[in-house]
């Protein structure tokens, strides 16, 4: 930690992140078809692949009327 910079005064927060929900499969942790909420969403082509908190996601159809990524 030699270097690290040091936080003063500080709480713990929460803030409003993206992430994706869907129909999973191949999934090593859950069940295919099962709906889940993904960690943090942090990088995307919006059309293909999905880069979260915990794994990549190959992104298949999208859920009639969902926006999309490339556009925020």
Avoid at 23 to 30: A, R, W
Avoid at 32 to 59: E, H, N, P, Q
């Amino acid at each position: 930690m030699h270097g690290a910079p040091r936080l003063e005064r500080w709480r713990a927060s929460t803030r409003s992140v993206r992430v994706l929900t869907g129909e999973v499969h191949g999934h090593p942790n859950f069940p295919d078809g099962r709906r889940i909420t993904t960690s943090d969403l942090y990088a995307s082509d919006g059309r293909r692949w999905a880069r979260t908190l915990s794994r990549y996601f190959v992104l298949g159809q999208p859920d009639t009327g969902a926006e999309r990524l490339d556009r925020h």
